[in-house]
């Protein structure tokens, strides 16, 4: 039988490009129609060539997706990835309570990291911040060494690759992202750390209770909604749910009014809630006064401390140990699991007292 002159050559070719640096780390490779019109070749052929190399660990393939160069790095079992939606999180620009956790569970995980020399990179998966315009070269070095840890099931559509490439994950989940069906079947090798959101809940009751003798407690937090809430009368919705077909002012005023309505409806003494959506904040005036609440009404906000210490009278916050978290996947990640650990994080409550 003769030798497959024309895959040899190809395969040949090819090798030299990669190792010679012509074709990058991470390059995409030509669609198998074009490159098989290049080479003047049938596709049985260059499909051929594109398996030996693959078997070399030279180029990878991504179902639906493309053929890529693969990335080799030596030191891939000391990396731990820390995934961005995008670059401009770290700047305070994609929504401020996010980009604060991320920023607190990044700094946490490098000091973790530098204690036990390992390096942390961030990967900026998408340039546009949307979860349907992923880029995939900078995904393309993880492999079954690869740890990664992830805040939110924003990445969702991240995971069925992750788990392709064996990856070992640190998924961090907050509120009603617990009950979501991607946090039901994880792969055997991820680590799961979240909230419990009834602790959460309980700690806030006792806490407006206990420190104000509040009788009737009222909660409005949208990352919540549908925990049963002994205790709490609970809105999952903030109120002027329409925000999206009102100005500025007008938005701000119906808020406020309906703000004032909850109020004068159910007459609780204390509310448990996250920062609100109001444009036109004076930062002079007290929160009760921004909200058109009375001033004897008690408030406790949730994961929002930087936020609150700018207002003229601090308010309670509760919140997570972020920093630890961050440390807490590394540590995780590098000592390994044979099974799924369901690591709930504690909440704790800053009174600035």
């Not at 079992?77 to 569970?105: H, K, Q, W």
């Not at 009014?257 to 004076?282: I, K, N, T």
């Amino acid at each position: 039988m003769r030798p497959p002159v024309k895959r040899d050559k190809i395969v040949n070719e090819l090798r030299g490009r990669i190792l010679g640096g012509i074709l990058a780390p991470g390059a995409r490779i030509p669609v198998e129609q074009e490159f098989a019109r290049h080479w003047g070749v049938a596709r049985d052929t260059l499909r051929d060539a594109l398996g030996i190399l693959e078997e070399e660990g030279l180029i990878e393939r991504i179902p639906g997706r493309g053929t890529f160069v693969r990335v080799q790095r030596k030191e891939e079992g000391n990396v731990i990835t820390f995934l961005l939606p995008c670059a401009e999180i770290l700047a305070d620009r994609i929504g401020y309570r996010t980009s604060l956790i991320t920023r607190e569970m990044l700094c946490g995980a490098m000091i973790e990291g530098g204690k036990r020399k390992l390096r942390i990179e961030t990967i900026a998966v998408s340039p546009t911040n949307r979860n349907d315009d992923i880029d995939w070269h900078a995904l393309s070095h993880l492999g079954e060494s690869g740890k990664v840890i992830v805040f939110t099931l924003w990445y969702q559509t991240l995971f069925p690759f992750l788990a392709e490439r064996k990856c070992r994950v640190a998924l961090v989940t907050l509120g009603k992202e617990n009950r979501l069906p991607g946090c039901g079947t994880l792969p055997g090798n991820w680590v799961h750390l979240h909230d419990d959101p009834m602790r959460v809940l309980r700690e806030a009751h006792l806490f407006l209770k206990r420190e104000y003798d509040c009788a009737r407690t009222c909660a409005i937090l949208p990352n919540y909604a549908g925990e049963a809430a002994g205790g709490f009368r609970f809105f999952p919705e903030a109120p002027c749910r329409e925000l999206i077909f009102f100005t500025k002012e007008e938005h701000d005023r119906k808020y406020r009014a309906e703000m004032r309505a909850l109020y004068e409806r159910f007459r609780f003494d204390g509310l448990f809630l996250q920062v609100p959506c109001l444009h036109s904040f004076d930062y002079s005036r007290t929160l009760n006064a921004n909200l058109g609440l009375p001033e004897q009404v008690r408030l406790l906000t949730y994961c929002e401390t930087p936020y609150t210490m700018r207002l003229p009278f601090r308010i309670p916050a509760v919140n997570f140990d972020f920093r630890e978290l961050g440390a807490q996947a590394v540590r995780l990640l590098n000592n390994g699991v044979e099974k799924v650990p369901d690591c709930v994080i504690s909440p704790f409550i800053d009174s600035f007292q």
